[in-house]
């Protein structure tokens, strides 16, 4: 079995590259779509106190879904929170298509 932070890695990598290959111009659909993605993964994400949180922060912080951007900006800001809880690093979200998209640039 996945331990909590191995699930949460893969879990996030699968959340940032998600955001990073969103629609730059979505569609009314894609944008509904996206936030039902969102809202029912927060129901059955499997680390219950992880997702109640996350549940918490959602009400707070709608999903953004008007654009890639928007997106991933929002995505970042989901794993920010997250990170702050844990006394980790806040991550740059000015960087977040160099990580997550378009590599790194020197
Ligand atoms: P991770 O936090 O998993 O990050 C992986 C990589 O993402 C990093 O190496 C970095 O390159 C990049 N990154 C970091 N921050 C950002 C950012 N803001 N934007 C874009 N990229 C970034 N663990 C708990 O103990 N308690 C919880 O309540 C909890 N809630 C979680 C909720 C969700 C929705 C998810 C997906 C995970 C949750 N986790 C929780 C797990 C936790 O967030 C980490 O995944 C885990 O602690 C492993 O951390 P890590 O340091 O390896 O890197």
Redesign the pocket.
Known sequence: PLD??E???H???F??TMAANYPEQPSEQQQRDMKDMMHLFSKF?P?N???E??RETMKKYEPQTGSQEDFSQW??????I??V??G?P??D?GL?NQ??RDGWKD
């Open positions: 909590k932070d699930l949460g890695r879990t996030w990598g959340l940032h994400y680390c106190y992880c997702a949180d996350l995505m970042c800001k989901m794993h920010n997250v990170n809880k844990l980790k806040e991550f979200c977040v990580r997550w």
